[in-house]
């Protein structure tokens, strides 16, 4: 694990001492008031009242800086470490707009949580009292699940989480990029719950329609957070070829602390930051040349533009407008075919469909192909749960309250955006359970 582990150095590395993220607080202009809020507590999906915890800890008091972190995200120390903060909180940052260095809103909110979930400043947590507003079973552990539990139990309701893998966290523990984060501090910050009173069951997948009539018999609301599923596949000839990967699998294997196989050559199919993030490894296992095929320009690719520069710094190249149509080799990979694209005019809704160029066929060299192409929706819950209803891959829900067309289910995160990041989640989550919150008040659930 070492070993692995010393290739994946952070990109946003802790702050070293109260010092340190002190200094860096004291940058911080404290925008906003009552009238109008801060621009990055705005720009914060989970609305963490950013200049109230960076306030905290420039007066050095990093436990008060985490309460106040907390009360709006249970798993801020994730998201401290994976939250695409350019384009959110530090983006938003006045500085940046001046022309300065945007204050390192990350770092410190890293800093202030690992205190209170890894470092000295561990408090003793209070399971909220007074009457109970209901039983609430959440589904999924992943950071949308976790937030729901948290902010359910800060309302009143016993809270019941059931994942199905053996530890919290979701993608952030299975799939977002060990540069990021590994695993820690998922574990403390799901302790931190269960020591509130949230119970958590591992190891519990809710597997089908019995299963949920169980817990539809058992609790007054539930909460969707699963997630997506699988990758979708590329269903192109060689796909079953030693040397071709579907994204997931690999990097889960790449968290687990084993090297996850890797060759000299790689090709990285796709244009989303999964495709980004299996690029970036590669080169960290040691890969020689790591190439994303897209079928789009750079200008269409659904990966954050400064996540695809910080690729090409790093070595990664791309080839656009171009299309896998197959892949070659006897039984170990040689090489992707391709086949050059052009774009369409746009369509009614302002798509570009890719419109293959007929002779421009070539194989492209490699003796490992990654496909991160996207994951494919938990459609079959729609089987499962009267009501439940997609469009388009996603869960529909009512976009203020996160309710399903079933009025006991509600959903938040991927499985509702279609898969965007771990904050976005959290804010779905609470979403859901302020509604439940004000739902059971009114109807009186309490049991
Ligand atoms: C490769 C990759 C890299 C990423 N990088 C970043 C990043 O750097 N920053 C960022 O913010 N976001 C990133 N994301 C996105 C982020 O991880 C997700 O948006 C976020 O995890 C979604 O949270 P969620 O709670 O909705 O679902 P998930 O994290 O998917 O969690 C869902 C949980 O539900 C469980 N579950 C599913 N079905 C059942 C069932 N029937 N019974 C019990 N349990 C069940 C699953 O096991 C899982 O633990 C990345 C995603 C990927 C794929």
């Keep these: 694990m070492q070993a692995v582990r010393s290739r994946f150095g952070e990109l946003r590395p802790a702050l070293r001492n109260l010092g340190e993220a002190a200094v860096e607080a004291e940058r911080c202009l404290s925008c906003g008031d009552a009238y109008a809020p801060a621009p990055c507590a705005v720009a914060c999906p989970a609305g963490i009242d950013v200049p109230g915890f960076i306030r905290a800890l420039s007066e050095g008091d990093p436990g008060r800086a985490a309460d106040v972190i907390f009360r709006d995200n249970p798993v801020g120390g994730s998201c401290a470490r994976v939250c695409p903060t350019p384009v959110l909180c530090e983006g938003a940052c006045v500085l940046e707009h001046e022309g300065e260095r945007a204050v390192s809103i990350a770092r410190l909110q890293r800093f202030a949580t690992d205190y209170r979930l890894l470092g ?89 329609p019995q299963a949920l009539r169980r817990l539809e018999a058992e609790y007054d609301f539930l909460y969707l957070g699963v997630g997506l599923g699988e990758d979708e596949a590329l269903d192109l000839p060689g796909r079953d070829l030693s040397g071709v990967d579907l ?163 509600y959903a938040g995160g991927d499985a509702v955006n279609g898969g965007a990041t771990a904050v976005q989640a959290v804010s779905d989550g609470t979403r859901a359970a302020r509604a439940i919150g004000r739902r059971a008040q009114a109807k009186g659930v309490a049991k």
């Design 247 to 409: 994204a997931l699998p690999w990097i889960e294997q790449l968290k687990a602390g084993r090297a996850a196989a890797v060759g000299e050559r790689v090709a990285v199919i796709g244009g989303g930051n999964t495709a980004i993030d299996v690029a970036r490894e590669a080169l960290r296992l040691g890969a020689r040349d790591v190439t994303v095929i897209y079928r789009r320009t750079m200008s269409e690719m659904p990966a954050y533009a400064f996540e695809v520069e910080e690729a090409q710094a790093e070595g990664v190249r791309f080839l656009w407008l171009t299309l896998p149509t197959g892949f070659i080799g006897a039984h170990r990979l040689q090489g992707v075919a391709c086949q050059y694209v052009r774009l369409s005019e746009p369509d009614a809704a302002g798509h570009r469909r890719p419109e293959a160029l007929p002779g421009t066929d070539f194989v492209f060299p490699c003796d490992t192909a990654i496909s991160a192409i996207g994951q494919a929706p938990r459609r079959i819950l729609a089987e499962w749960i009267p009501g439940l209803e997609f469009q388009g891959g996603r869960l529909v829900v009512d976009k203020e309250t996160g309710r399903t067309g079933n009025p006991r289910y």
């Design 120 to 208: 000295p400043g561990a408090s003793r947590e209070e399971q909220p009292e007074g009457p109970r507003l209901g039983r609430v079973a959440v589904i999924g552990a992943g950071p949308g699940g976790l937030a729901c539990a948290g902010e359910l139990n800060a309302l009143g309701f016993d809270v019941t989480v059931f994942e199905a893998r053996p530890a919290p966290g979701g993608l952030v523990r299975y799939a977002i990029a060990p540069y990021r984060q590994w695993q820690e501090p998922l574990d403390e910050e799901a302790d931190r719950l269960r020591r509130r009173g949230v119970t958590l069951r591992f190891e519990t997948p809710v597997d089908g």
